[in-house]
T-cell receptor, first 112, second 113 residues
Framework: GEQVEQLPSILRVQEGSSASINCSYEDSASNYFPWYKQEPGENPKLIIDIRSNMERKQIQELIVLLDKKAKRFSLHITDTQPGDSAMYFCAARLRSNYQLIWGSGTKLIIKP | EAAVTQSPRNKVTVTGGNVTLSCRQT?????MYWYRQDTGHGLRLIHYSYGAGNLQIGDVPDGYKATRTTQEDFFLLLELASPSQTSLYFC????????????FGPGTRLTVL
C-alpha cells in the first residue's frame, strides 16, 4: 500500500540550533500534510499542517515546506528548546479514500 | 478541547486471552479510529468508523475486530490475543476524514504474555 517515509528516525541537535525532519510520499494526488508531536508518555497532538495549495507555512518557530513535484515535505524547528524534545510524526492524506498515511516517526533530542 | 478517553490504561493478558479496549469521545465527531504504535512503525491504523454501526478496515486489521455502538463509543476486540499484539493502542476521533485534526486518547498499553 501507500507509504510515507520519514527520516531521520533519531535526531540530536544542540539547544538553540535548528532541527529538520523530512518526509516523502508516493501518491501525487495527496493534498493534506499534518505534523503531530508526541511528548513522552503523552498522546500525539497536531502542531502544524499544510495543504497542497501552499508551499510554505509558519507558526512561530515551526516551518513546514511542501515540494509537490518531488513529493516531499519537511518540518523545521528553529531555535530549539528542551520542550521540543519529543516524537514527531508526519502524515499524508490519500486523495483516493481520504485516509492519513503516517510516517514512522522521528525522535528529536535537544542537547543542553 | 476535544475529549477522548480510553480504558483500561494498562492491560496484561495471556496468549489466547480475550481483550476489549474501550474508547469514548464527547466531541460529537463522526470519525473514530484505532491505531497501534510500535517502535520503528509509527502509527498504524487498525480500524475506523464514520458512525454508529459502521466499520471500515484499516491497514493492519488481522487479529482485531471493532464495533462502534454509538456516536461516542468505539471498541477494539482481540478475541485470541497473541504476543505480536503487545503494543500501545491509541483511539482517536475527528469531525471529518483525513483533512481534519485527529484528537487522540491517552493510550492503552497492552501486554500479551
Amino acid at each position: 500500500g501507500e507509504q510515507v517515509e520519514q527520516l531521520p528516525s533519531i535526531l540530536r541537535v544542540q539547544e538553540g540550533s535548528s532541527a529538520s525532519i523530512n518526509c516523502s510520499y508516493e501518491d501525487s494526488a495527496s493534498n493534506y500534510f499534518p505534523w503531530y508531536k508526541q511528548e513522552p508518555g503523552e498522546n500525539p497532538k497536531l502542531i502544524i499542517d499544510i495543504r497542497s495549495n501552499m508551499e510554505r507555512k509558519q507558526i512561530q518557530e515551526l516551518i513546514v515546506l511542501l515540494d509537490k513535484k518531488a513529493k516531499r515535505f519537511s518540518l523545521h524547528i528553529t531555535d530549539t528548546q528542551p520542550g521540543d524534545s519529543a516524537m514527531y510524526f508526519c502524515a499524508a492524506r490519500l486523495r483516493s479514500n481520504y485516509q492519513l498515511i503516517w510516517g514512522s516517526g522521528t525522535k528529536l533530542i535537544i542537547k543542553p | 478541547e476535544a475529549a477522548v478517553t480510553q480504558s483500561p490504561r494498562n492491560k496484561v493478558t495471556v496468549t489466547g486471552g480475550n481483550v476489549t479496549l474501550s474508547c469514548r469521545q464527547t466531541n460529537s465527531h463522526n470519525y473514530m479510529y484505532w491505531y497501534r504504535q510500535d517502535t520503528g512503525h509509527g502509527l498504524r491504523l487498525i480500524h475506523y468508523s464514520y458512525g454508529a454501526g459502521n466499520l471500515q478496515i484499516g491497514d493492519v486489521p488481522d487479529g482485531y475486530k471493532a464495533t462502534r455502538t454509538t456516536q461516542e463509543d468505539f471498541f477494539l476486540l482481540l478475541e485470541l490475543a497473541s504476543p505480536s499484539q503487545t503494543s500501545l493502542y491509541f483511539c482517536a476521533s475527528s469531525p471529518g476524514l483525513g483533512g481534519k485534526e485527529q484528537y487522540f486518547g491517552p493510550g492503552t498499553r497492552l501486554t500479551v504474555l
